[in-house]
């Protein structure tokens, strides 16, 4: 069974800056598929926040997070991080990483929740002073 586990999440302050990281267990690899961030916060619907493609070559982000997170692979490590800079208020959510194996469409990544198979649990991120 495919495990996804994000860590990284914590409280920090407006302008604050946070790394997650998605980590895959029971022997998954990462590189097979497209890998995506979503949040949702209380009251909201999920929402995609950035995503790469399996080569790393194309990565997409949301317009409110444009600019300030940047997603990446670590192939050797078998993870994706997503910098996040700049934290606002409106950040704050439980971030999931989810995986698109194999990808629905090679050599690119889709900012759609339904095409992932893999969810991880999620990691809680909120910015407050």
């Known amino acids: 069974q495919v495990q996804l586990v994000e860590s990284g999440g914590g409280l920090v302050q407006p302008g604050g800056s946070l790394i997650l990281s998605c980590a895959a267990a029971?022997?998954?690899?990462?590189?097979?598929?497209?890998i995506a961030w979503f949040r949702q916060a209380p009251g909201k619907e999920r929402e995609a926040v950035s995503c790469?493609?399996?080569?790393?070559?194309?990565?997409f982000y949301a317009d409110s997070v444009k600019g300030r997170f940047t997603i990446s692979r670590n192939s050797a490590k078998n993870t994706v991080f997503l910098q996040m800079n700049s934290l606002e208020p409106e950040d704050t959510a439980v971030y999931y990483c989810?995986?698109?194996?194999?990808?629905?469409?090679?050599?690119?990544?889709?900012?759609?929740?339904?095409?992932?198979?893999?969810w991880g649990q999620g990691t809680q991120v909120t910015v407050s002073s």
């Open positions: 989810a995986a698109d194996s194999p990808p629905i469409v090679q050599g690119t990544c889709i900012m759609i929740g339904r095409y992932y198979d893999y």
């Open positions: 029971s022997g998954f690899t990462l590189e097979s598929g497209a």
């Open positions: 790469i493609s399996t080569d790393g070559a194309n990565t």
